[in-house]
């Protein structure tokens, strides 16, 4: 089942635009969307495919701390993580 999966985590420092569009490129290819410009806080929605609600949020939090990764941001404590499936 497929799921929309939105993360959000908590910065240390105020995010720069450039900051969030490196996310957005980077969460791009999860058909995700990134937040955060101008906020100690960057987030992503992403689609995964998982079985159960639990699953879904630990396939897209796993995702997205890989997108973070690669975006170059920091990391720090997951203060969000919702999921709603397809069917909702």
């Given at each position: ?7 959000e ?36 929605q992403l ?34 993580a919702?999921?709603?499936s397809?069917?909702?």
């Amino acid at each position: 089942m497929r799921w929309s999966v939105g993360i959000e985590v908590q910065a240390e420092q105020i995010l720069a635009r450039e900051q969030v569009v490196e996310l957005a490129d980077a969460v791009a290819v999860y058909d995700g969307i990134a937040t955060g410009i101008g906020t100690n806080r960057y987030g992503a929605q992403l689609i995964v495919e998982a079985a159960s609600l639990q699953d879904a949020i630990e396939a897209g939090t796993a995702q997205f701390r890989k997108a973070a990764a690669v975006a170059g941001l920091p990391p720090g404590p997951v203060i969000r993580a919702e999921a709603v499936s397809e069917d909702e």
